[in-house]
């Protein structure tokens, strides 16, 4: 195929940027004369199966370009665009101009990717970037700040060269003369100011420069220059701009954008208050323009975006830092924004690692209530365990009980962890949860996973577990093939420390001629002793102190010095 005229941008012959797939938009030069892969037509016969296989060779390569560009970040995913944008210039323009669709695609919908997008977009005519940018938005692929951004500033370099260009026509400006004759102020006012006039003229003062050390004190009005207030002030002009424009006409974009930025602004640093007013006297403005009957849709779209998963991250992150007070107006503009802001908290919450960052994030989605409960019920299918474990324990937290039905088939999830999780919320709302469900996780034939079990039995706190643990116990194992499994279960039965199981546990406390319980189960039984209440492990722990195994007194002596300090995480 041909490779244009030398031009670099994506499409050779200064084409559009996408000619083939883009619509017509302001370009920066001539038609397109060709798609750059070969002459043959679409119909049936050699050249419409090789015109076939070459769109399948172009389509392959713009989602290689998608994937590679979507997977890397920073300084890597710019020194990766600019491979791409070379690579695209040294190809046919049909080739070309998917390359650059797809690189745009990626970076132009991530606010992280500015200066990629930059890179990407450095050497190609403003008018093909435009129409790039429009074909996507008519995608609906939701563009960054930073891309809309970008728009706003090719369409002004656009409109200052169009401007520059047009051609001086004297005629129209003889005619403009004309037409304003009579209000010209130049033509009516006399040369110069006569001596009555200066009386008028205000001169300003002369202010000597103040020296280092000298500046005065502006008081109150220091306040007035603080980054917060000239924020907030701006805010506010802007809010008043946006409701001055309706309803005689919509609001201006680059109106809007700026509050956008300042309103993510106030979430980063914390200002909910002030990120809250913004939200609540847009949506005010909104209503008024639909009593009035004025086009809504630009305000719309603006209200949907402050609750996007950028504005949603940007929240999170300024979180950690926030006081109970802010932390209460963190709920209120959640309630404000709506169910998309929950869904995108709820997803965040579903993805987060760090323990202190989600138990903050857990302690404002349940200040929300029955609001998070659809968007969690939604995510009990995920594929994720650790996503569907987060949701159980959200939907307990808010104590939801129309999600059962959806917990019972968790409590048959293929991972242990979930599944534990799923039988104690059923336990805590369910009073006919059949016990079958803990006694089959607790007796599981792998050992492993049955152990398993009994440990999260214990971390979870399960007290419905003590009854088939203590039938475990009971059970005689005399060639040792479920001793870890055992060990472990008196071990979690000392961290649920529920009295009502040592009288049932006779048999391993009990020394007998024929030992018919192992010695480390009976070392791990008086050690897990240390959680019971004093009244109840007494008598027990005397017992071990006349034992004849020394193991068992060792331990007991260290009871009996020093409680639970005493014992090492051998024996605990």
């Avoid at 990717?113 to 938005?137: I, N």
């Avoid at 949701?391 to 999830?413: N, Y």
Wanted: charged share 25%; glycine share 8%; aromatic share 2%.
């Amino acid at each position: 195929g041909g490779s244009g005229s030398g031009h670099t941008g994506p499409v050779a012959g200064a084409t559009s940027p996408a000619a083939a797939t883009l619509p017509a938009g302001p370009a920066s030069g001539d038609k397109a004369t060709g798609t750059g892969g070969g002459t043959g037509t679409d119909g049936d016969g050699a050249d419409g199966r090789a015109a076939g296989r070459r769109a399948a060779v172009v389509a392959t390569l713009g989602r290689a370009v998608r994937t590679h560009l979507g997977r890397l970040r920073g300084a890597t995913r710019e020194a990766a665009t600019r491979e791409v944008a070379d690579l695209a210039n040294r190809l046919p323009a049909g080739v070309r101009a998917t390359l650059f669709q797809a690189a745009l695609r990626v970076l132009a919908s991530q606010d992280e990717a500015a200066q990629a997008l930059r890179t990407l977009v450095a050497d190609q005519p403003p008018g093909d970037v435009l129409a790039a940018l429009r074909h996507l938005a008519a995608e609906r692929v939701q563009l960054s700040p930073s891309a809309l951004r970008l728009a706003q500033q090719l369409t002004a370099a656009l409109r200052a060269r169009q401007e520059a260009a047009a051609p001086a026509d004297p005629a129209v400006y003889g005619a403009m003369r004309e037409l304003f004759r009579d209000v010209d102020i130049d033509r009516i006012a006399p040369p110069g100011p006569t001596a009555e006039d200066r009386r008028g003229i205000i001169e300003m003062p002369a202010v000597t420069p103040f020296a280092p050390g000298e500046l005065p004190d502006l008081g109150p009005r220091r306040d007035t220059l603080a980054d917060d207030y000239v924020t907030r002030q701006l805010a506010s002009t802007l809010l008043e701009l946006i409701a001055g424009a309706l309803p005689e006409r919509a609001p201006d974009e680059a109106t809007l954008w700026r509050l956008e930025d300042l309103y993510r602004g106030f979430l980063l640093a914390g200002r909910i208050h002030q990120a809250t007013e913004v939200v609540e006297s847009l949506r005010t403005i909104l209503q008024q323009a639909r009593s009035a009957g004025a086009a809504d849709g630009e305000l719309r779209r603006c209200i949907e975006r402050l609750a996007n998963r950028e504005a949603v991250a940007a929240l999170l992150q300024a979180l950690p830092q926030l006081s109970p007070d802010a932390a209460d107006a963190a709920r209120r503009l959640i309630v404000t924004l709506g169910t998309v802001a929950v869904r995108h908290l709820v997803a965040a919450l579903s993805e987060e690692t760090d323990r202190s960052r989600r138990h903050q994030l857990l302690g404002l989605l349940s200040s929300l209530g029955p609001a998070v409960v659809p968007s969690a019920t939604l995510l009990l299918g995920d594929a994720r365990w650790y996503v569907v474990r987060n949701m159980i324990l959200l939907l307990r937290t808010v104590g939801d009980q129309t999600s059962v039905p959806q917990l019972r088939r968790c409590a048959e999830h293929p991972d242990l962890r979930v599944r534990l999780e799923a039988i104690k919320s059923l336990f805590a709302s369910d009073s006919e949860v059949p016990d079958e469900l803990l006694t089959k996780a607790i007796e599981d034939p792998n050992p492993k996973m049955a152990e398993a079990a009994i440990a999260l039995v214990g971390a979870y706190g399960i007290t419905q577990a003590v009854p088939p643990l203590v039938a475990l116990l009971r059970r005689l194992d005399f060639f040792g093939r479920r001793r870890v499994v055992r060990v472990r279960a008196l071990k979690t039965l000392g961290r649920l420390a529920d009295p009502a199981a040592l009288p049932r546990l006779e048999p391993i406390f009990k020394e007998r001629l024929i030992r018919l319980v192992a010695s480390e189960e009976r070392v791990a039984a008086f050690a897990a002793l240390a959680s019971y209440p004093e009244d109840a492990r007494q008598p027990l722990l005397a017992r071990g102190l006349r034992s004849r195994d020394p193991a068992v007194r060792a331990v007991c002596e260290r009871l009996r010095a020093g409680g639970v300090a005493a014992l090492d995480e051998t024996h605990v």
